[in-house]
């Protein structure tokens, strides 16, 4: 079950070390300190992945102006394919190996000028409600799939679009056939939103950074569409600290080189979370990276024209103010290390008689993600 270690377990690039075992004895070196990071799978049992390396494999990583591409677990032995002649190393070898996954529940769906990748579950005609599912930079609505089905089977008609630009949604160019600007993020939106004919209010879950802020500044600019709203880590007040990620990427030049590494996203999601991610989900989050430049340059489109001080102050003041009615909960994972938990705490203070919270103990920045069962018991209960 979560939370538990098990004895030493293989795990797709990540190898758990421990004295005296098969791995060991094959590398005929010293093992290093058992020293072990938690893995959840969707099953629910937990296994284990070492993070304390020897010296020796240290030292070696850090060599060479790329090495940073394997300083996250689940990447350090995805890129290593097998050793086949005139094979090893073949980019598109590795995309054709993964490029089938993470389309689970999904469809394209075209909207306006721009096609959408929308994954929808649940029947069409629910008496509990519809719940839209919006992701944030640099992730996709694939980090949704487990959630989407549990709410399917509790009786909810689910969607949870890729935001344009990311996952498999088009990825238009910038400037000159999309602003990347939250205007322009909203006013798309509202034309998916009547492309799936969903007129009635519905409840709208939001997660993470930029896009994701971006369903909560629509919800302020259209309270009467929305049942109910919850906030899944996702910056909440003035003060939100910004990851190193999108500092770098809002820096010229420096931007431009780091919107094209394919392992961003996985690394992010790893970076703020207990668990290393499962080989074939850190797949999917790259997939769309290894496939074209353009998912980086939309990345750093959207990260640059982002207003980010004023955007916070808008959603700080619009959810504090006595005019915002609608049902507010923020369901936070408890071990995000992108975002404090004084975010939640701080906010729900502001409008304590409508904002309420819940924490979600063993999560990180993407509860949908480390730990799903807990986001739909949290949902449930609010709706």
Known sequence: MAGQISSCTVLSSAVCRQPGSVVESLRGSTPAPPVCRKVRRRGGCTVVAAVNEGGEEKAARKKGLFSFVTDNDSSRGAIQLPNTPAQDGNLGQMISSIEGKGRDYGSYVRAGEFSWFVRETGPAKSNKGTVI???GAPTQSYSYRVVLAQMAKAGYHCYAPDWLGFGFSEKPQPDYDFSYTEDA?????DKLL???????PFFLVTQGFVVGSYGLTWALKNPSRVSKLVALNTPLTTSTPLPGIFQQLRFPLVGEFTCQNAILPERFVEAGSPYVLEIDDADVYRLPYLD???PGFSLLAATRKAALKDMMTQIAQGFS???WKIPTMVAWGESDKHLPKSEAENFVKTNP???KSVMLAGAGHLPQEDWPEKVVEALNRFF
């Open 194 to 200: 009547t492309r799936l004919k969903i007129e009635s």
């Open 353 to 355: 008689d409508i904002i």
């Open 185 to 189: 993020y909203h006013e798309e939106f």
């Open 133 to 135: 599912f919006l992701h």
């Open 292 to 294: 074209s430049s353009d």
């Open 321 to 323: 103010s006595t005019n």
